[in-house]
C-alpha cells in the first residue's frame, strides 16, 4: 500500500529556507502515471496547491508562489521535496505532499490527488 | 488564475439529511473538478474526481454533478462520520486550485 511521508524542521526562521522531503514507500516515484504534490494548509484555513513534479523533472507551481517555491525529485531515493526560501509567519501552515494521479479524460487528462501524507506543521517564527 | 467559490462557507444539518455544497469556478473549467473531504488534524480524503467519479471506497451516499463553472455535492442521507470540511478543486488549468471549503456541522 502506497504511503507518503513528510519530513524536516517544524521550526523556520523567518527569511530563511523552508526545506521538507516526502518519501514514498510501497511504490515506484517513476510511474508514468503519476506527478507529485505540495499542498499546504495555515493554521484554521483552507487548502493552497503549492505546486506538483513528475518523475522526470517537469515542474508546476502556484503563480502566487513559484518566485519562492523549487521542487525536486530523487528517483534513486524516491523521494521529492520542496525548497520554500524567504519564508515569513504567512507561510506558517500544515504542509502536506501527495500523489496527483494523470488519468485519460475525452480530450485532456484529468488530475486528482488520491494518496496523502499525514502533513507535517511548519512555523515560521525567530 | 482560476479562482474556486463554495457555498456555503458552513452549515448545520442532521443525521439522515440530503446536504448539497455548490463549487462555482471562475471560468469553464469542463468536468475537471475534484472534490475533497476533511476531517480535523487529518489530511483530506479523495471523494469524487472528474466532478461526478466517485473514488474507489467512498460510499456511494456522496454524488457529484455539474460541468463548466458549475458543480454540487450532494451527500444523500448525512450520517454521523460524515461532519467535516469539504473543498472542491479545479485541475483544468496547469495551476490547480482549491475553493475555501464548506463546513458541514451537526445540528
Known amino acids: 500500500q502506497l504511503q507518503l511521508q513528510e519530513s524536516g524542521p517544524g521550526l523556520v526562521k523567518p527569511s530563511e529556507t523552508l526545506s521538507l522531503t516526502c518519501t514514498v514507500s510501497?511504490?515506484?516515484?517513476?510511474?508514468?502515471?503519476?506527478?507529485w504534490g505540495w499542498i499546504r494548509q495555515p493554521p484554521g484555513k483552507g487548502l493552497e496547491w503549492i505546486g506538483s513534479?513528475?518523475?522526470?523533472?517537469?515542474?508546476y507551481y502556484n503563480p502566487s508562489l513559484k518566485s519562492r517555491v523549487t521542487i525536486s525529485v530523487d528517483t534513486s531515493k524516491n523521494q521529492f521535496s520542496l525548497k520554500l526560501s524567504s519564508v515569513t509567519a504567512a507561510d506558517t501552515a500544515v504542509y502536506y505532499c501527495?500523489?496527483?494521479?494523470?488519468?485519460?479524460?475525452?480530450?485532456?487528462?484529468?488530475?486528482?490527488?488520491?494518496?496523502w501524507g499525514k502533513g507535517t506543521t511548519v512555523t515560521v517564527s525567530s | 488564475d482560476i479562482q474556486m467559490t463554495q457555498s456555503p462557507s458552513s452549515l448545520s444539518a442532521s443525521v439522515g439529511d440530503r446536504v448539497t455544497i455548490t463549487c462555482r469556478a471562475s471560468?469553464?473549467?469542463?468536468?475537471?473538478l475534484n472534490w475533497y473531504q476533511q476531517k480535523p488534524g487529518k489530511a483530506p480524503k479523495l471523494l469524487i474526481y472528474?466532478?461526478?467519479s466517485l473514488q474507489s471506497g467512498v460510499p456511494s451516499r456522496f454524488s457529484g454533478s455539474g460541468s463548466g463553472t458549475d458543480f454540487t455535492l450532494t451527500i444523500s442521507s448525512l450520517q454521523p462520520e460524515d461532519f467535516a470540511t469539504y473543498y472542491c478543486?479545479?485541475?483544468?488549468?496547469?495551476?490547480?486550485?482549491f475553493g475555501q471549503g464548506t463546513k458541514v456541522e451537526i445540528k
Open positions: 478543486q479545479q485541475s483544468y488549468s496547469t495551476s490547480s486550485s
Open positions: 501527495a500523489r496527483r494521479v494523470k488519468t485519460a479524460g475525452i480530450y485532456y487528462y484529468y488530475y486528482y490527488m488520491d494518496v
Open positions: 510501497g511504490g515506484s516515484i517513476s510511474s508514468s502515471s503519476y506527478y
Open positions: 513534479i513528475y518523475y522526470s523533472g517537469s515542474t
Open positions: 471560468q469553464s473549467i469542463s468536468s475537471y
Open positions: 472528474a466532478a461526478s
